[in-house]
C-alpha cells in the first residue's frame, strides 16, 4: 500500500518559514521523481517544486529563490524549506510521487494546509 503522508503545514506571518515533509511508503522511493504542488481556493492545482532522482531540481518562477526541495532517498523523505513567504503563497499543498514510466500511476499525499496572514 503506498502511502505519502505531508506535515508542517500552518499558519504563518508573512516573511516566516515553514518546512513541509513528505514521509513516503510502499514504494522504490530512489526511482520517483518527488515533487510538491500546490492549490489555492479557485485555482487549479499547480507545481511547486520537483527533484529528480538524481537530485536535479526544478521550481516555479514565483517561488524560485525563496523555497527549496530537497529529498533523502535512505528515509524516503522529501522536504519543502519556504522562507520569505507571502499570503500568495497560500494554498493546500501536496507532495507527489511520478514514476519512471508513463504506464506506472504517481501518487499523492492527502495535503496540508499552508496560510500566510498578518
Known amino acids: 500500500q503506498v502511502q505519502l503522508v505531508e506535515s508542517g503545514g500552518g499558519l504563518v506571518q508573512p516573511g516566516g518559514s515553514l518546512r513541509l515533509s513528505c514521509a513516503a511508503s510502499?514504494?522504490?522511493?530512489?526511482?520517483?521523481?518527488m515533487g510538491w504542488y500546490r492549490q489555492a481556493p479557485g485555482k487549479q492545482r499547480e507545481l511547486v517544486a520537483d527533484v529528480t532522482t538524481i537530485g536535479r531540481t526544478n521550481y516555479a518562477d514565483s517561488v524560485k529563490g525563496r523555497f527549496t526541495i530537497s529529498r533523502d532517498n535512505a528515509k524516503n523523505m522529501v522536504y519543502l524549506q519556504m522562507d520569505s513567504l507571502k499570503p500568495e503563497d497560500t494554498a493546500v499543498y501536496y507532495c507527489?510521487?511520478?514514476?519512471?514510466?508513463?504506464?506506472?500511476?504517481?501518487?499523492w499525499g492527502q495535503g496540508t494546509q499552508v496560510t500566510v496572514s498578518s
Open positions: 510502499g514504494i522504490i522511493f530512489s526511482i520517483y521523481v
Open positions: 507527489n510521487a511520478k514514476p519512471p514510466k508513463a504506464t506506472m500511476p504517481d501518487y
